[in-house]
């Protein structure tokens, strides 16, 4: 089990910043990736930013040039930098971790998820 806690959400004005991060514990050595999501009501959850154990970064055409991901093995935490936030920025985000398992035949995926931190942007 990976048990990941975020932190560094809050309320800003457009064109602010703010910094996220998830420290995950638990059974961390078999992670292969972690990355942020965020949830706007009455939409579907998407994948913001992700780092693999490769530290091979993607994020979401949205936000691209705006937020950074970032990680840190040593404090087993993942960052987010978030930058020149707009309105439609407005969100839960949720830290994610995954987990895959490969056979001969398959491949696996196992994700675990923080409870979700509230990111507000006023316009």
């Known amino acids: 089990q990976v048990q990941l806690v975020e932190s560094g959400g809050g309320l800003v004005q457009a064109g602010g910043s703010l910094r996220l991060s998830c420290v995950a514990s638990g059974s961390i050595s078999s992670i292969n990736g972690m990355g942020w999501y965020r949830q706007a009501p009455g939409k579907q959850r998407e994948l913001v930013a992700g780092?693999?154990?490769?530290?091979?970064?993607n994020y979401a055409d949205s936000v691209k040039g705006r937020f950074t991901i970032s990680r840190d093995n040593a404090r087993n935490t993942v960052y987010l930098e978030m930058n020149s936030l707009k309105p439609e920025d407005t969100a839960v985000y949720y830290c994610?971790?995954?987990?895959?398992?490969?056979?001969?035949?398959?491949?696996?995926?196992?994700?675990?998820w923080g409870q979700g931190t509230q990111v507000t942007v006023s316009s």
């Open positions: 994610n971790a995954y987990r895959l398992t490969r056979t001969l035949t398959r491949i696996t995926r196992e994700d675990y």
């Open positions: 780092i693999n154990s490769a530290e091979s970064t």
